[in-house]
């Protein structure tokens, strides 16, 4: 199995009624580890089903396959169909090629910085 970690912590100052959730991943996505891995993020969903909006810290994530990408869509649009909103942090070059290259980054907006993701999540 290839090594990933995920994690996942709130993130302060969200306005009332909003939750904010950022999820940091590191390692690599693939095809050994993306289904038990995406039961961890999926239940942050099903938790808070209104009001949810999901910051994806991508700066230690080094690869990931179509079916991690196919699992974020399907997170986005849980998200989004419920109020919500999804970003993507300080991915790198090769991350944000695939997402732009399959059209994902015209859904989920992509930053820079943590920080910047944040605040956009943060309005």
């Not at 009001?51 to 080094?62: H, M």
């Amino acid at each position: 199995m290839t090594p990933v970690q995920i994690t996942i912590e709130d993130v302060a100052g969200a306005p009332a009624g909003k939750t904010v959730k950022l999820i940091r991943i590191i390692g690599q996505l693939d095809e050994s580890n993306v289904d038990e891995q995406a039961k961890s993020i999926y239940q942050v969903i099903e938790a808070v089903p209104q009001g949810l909006s999901l910051v994806f810290d991508f700066t230690g994530l080094e690869y990931m396959n179509s079916k991690s990408i196919g699992y974020l869509t399907d997170w986005y649009s849980k998200v989004s169909a419920s109020g919500g909103k999804v970003v993507i942090a300080a991915a790198r070059d090769n991350i944000l090629d695939i997402l732009q290259v399959v059209g994902l980054t015209q859904l989920v907006n992509a930053y820079a910085s943590l920080d910047e993701a944040k605040a956009v999540v943060l309005q």
